[in-house]
């Protein structure tokens, strides 16, 4: 049998489960409408046939949204998947190992010259088979002429790991020149404060 993946679920407070004196009060929209009376506000939710919704427990008086809990469940639903589609569509990997052929090698340099072009970070591992690991050193060679031959379009992120046998490095990609251009001017129009 497979692993089973379990997602992080999130318990909000809601209605009659609240149970600050005070609460720091948002419509749907997000935006502030006041502090209120935990008895106001629930008084507030009756009148509008809303939920009441503690989404910031921690804070203080706690932040507590007016909204219907379905609606919010689904909103919180959409984000959630968006966030999980962000990050694998951040993230490529390529897999060698340290003996490759030239060939094989020039295809991982195509997919992973594509992949930094359209702005991911690239996840290369070089697996060890066998008693390949006692040969680190060719693992090891095997980034320094992969690193090399993508320079123009990526850079290393931070030094390679070894964990097991599994020898990981992160590519990110290089900004051109017209990014850092446009960087450096959005820098220099940002208002600098009086001391």
């Known amino acids: 049998m497979g692993r089973r993946k379990y997602t992080k679920t999130v318990f909000y407070r809601t209605n009659w489960q609240i149970r600050a004196l005070t609460v720091r009060l948002i419509n749907q929209k997000g935006k502030q409408i006041g502090v209120f009376s935990l008895a106001d506000a629930r008084k507030k939710a009756q009148e509008e046939q809303l939920d009441l919704v503690e989404i910031a427990p921690k804070a203080s008086p ?20 968006e966030e999980k589609k962000k990050q694998a569509k951040g ?17 991982r340099l195509k997919r ?10 690239v996840r290369l591992v070089i697996k060890f ?9 060719f693992g090891y060679d095997l980034i320094n002429k ?30 051109s020149d017209e990014q850092k251009k446009k960087e450096n001017k959005e820098v220099s129009r940002q208002p600098v404060p009086n001391n």
Request: charged residues 40%; glycine residues 4%; aromatic residues 10%.
């Open 112 to 121: 992973a010259e594509r992949f930094l072009k359209k702005g991911y970070r």
């Open 91 to 107: 993230i490529k990997e390529i897999q060698a190992t340290p003996f490759i052929e030239e060939q094989d090698l020039q295809v």
């Open 62 to 81: 706690p932040v507590v949204k007016l909204i219907d809990f379905d609606k919010f469940k689904y909103q919180e639903a959409k984000k959630q998947k």
């Open 146 to 175: 992969i690193a090399e031959n993508i320079s123009d379009f990526g850079e290393l992120e931070e030094k390679p790991r070894l964990r097991g046998k599994r020898l990981i490095v992160f590519f990110k990609p290089k900004k």
């Open 129 to 137: 088979l066998g008693r390949q690991i006692t040969q680190k050193s």
